[in-house]
């Protein structure tokens, strides 16, 4: 069983910059690829970010190419999402997952443990 929690969120002016961490712990966290994924209030789930368990290749949803960047530390058994040149459209509950097959690393379904969310907010 694999333990998610991520950290970071906050309130940001727009044109700012976060770095949220998601540390994991109860399982063998180098196993796992990552992903991220936000919901804004009213909206489904979306895709954010997600990297292979050894970060070999990222993959972003392309409302964020370019500003974010997913990373990963295996010695320390947490993931990041550095956040750049935020915009009030991504003021969402960000949260970390963790998958142990590689399938669609876009669909929410691939991964088997969520962490509990931290809040984005973009003020304009």
């Known amino acids: 069983q694999v333990q998610l929690v991520e950290s970071g969120g906050g309130l940001v002016q727009a044109g700012g910059s976060l770095r949220l961490s998601c540390a994991a712990s109860?399982?063998?966290?180098?196993?796992?690829?990552m992903g991220w994924f936000r919901q804004a209030p009213g909206k489904e789930r979306e895709f954010v970010a997600a990297?292979?368990?050894?970060?070999?290749?990222?993959l972003y949803a392309d409302s964020v190419k370019g500003r974010f960047a997913i990373s990963r530390d295996n010695a320390k058994n947490t993931a990041y999402l550095q956040m750049n040149s935020l915009k009030p459209e991504d003021t969402a509950i960000y949260s970390c997952?963790?998958?142990?097959?590689?399938?669609?690393?876009?669909?929410?379904?691939?991964?088997?443990?969520w962490g509990q969310g931290t809040q984005v907010t973009v003020s304009s």
């Open positions: 990297i292979s368990a050894s970060s070999g290749w990222t």
């Open positions: 109860g399982g063998i966290f180098s196993s796992y690829g």
């Open positions: 997952a963790a998958r142990s097959v590689h399938g669609n690393v876009r669909s929410a379904n691939e991964y088997d443990y």
